[in-house]
């Protein structure tokens, strides 16, 4: 399952018929808006990124949509596979554990990965 915020935009004397819009296509759901600045906070949810990018493209379809942009999506099988990804990491990198290395050649810049 995954689940998007997006942001539309519009004029504000659209903004009713937008929102209403919005609500009766079934593609969304609602959170927040602000009329003064034609501003609309919404999610999706779809079965995968594909559905909710299929949602997003049939959003900035509705008429007097000025642009609906993605701005945070969360895919439960992708945190699912990082989180067991890094509970299986070691929790001392091994640069750390080498004895051949001495501290003093190291030069930090912030990160270690792409230096050993």
């Given at each position: 399952m995954n689940i998007?915020?997006?942001?539309?935009?519009?004029?504000?004397?659209y903004y009713d018929k937008v929102?209403?819009?919005?609500?009766a296509s079934g593609l969304c759901d609602y959170h927040f808006g602000d009329k003064t600045i034609g501003k609309i906070i919404i999610t999706v949810e779809g079965?995968?990124?594909e559905e909710d990018m299929q949602k997003l493209a049939s959003?900035?379809?509705?008429?007097?949509?000025?642009?609906?942009?993605?701005?945070q999506?969360?895919?439960?099988?992708?945190?699912?596979?990082?989180?067991?990804?890094?509970?299986?990491?070691?929790?001392?990198?091994?640069v750390l554990n080498d004895d051949s290395i001495d501290f003093?050649?190291?030069?930090?810049?912030?990160?270690?990965?792409?230096?050993?």
């Open positions: 998007s915020s997006i942001v539309v935009q519009c004029k504000q004397e929102k209403e819009d919005l609500e079965k995968d990124v959003i900035q379809l509705i008429p007097h949509v000025i642009t609906a942009d993605m701005m999506t969360y895919q439960e099988d992708q945190l699912d596979e990082e989180i067991k990804r890094l509970d299986a990491a070691d929790a001392v990198p091994n003093r050649d190291v030069v930090y810049n912030g990160d270690l990965k792409k230096k050993y």
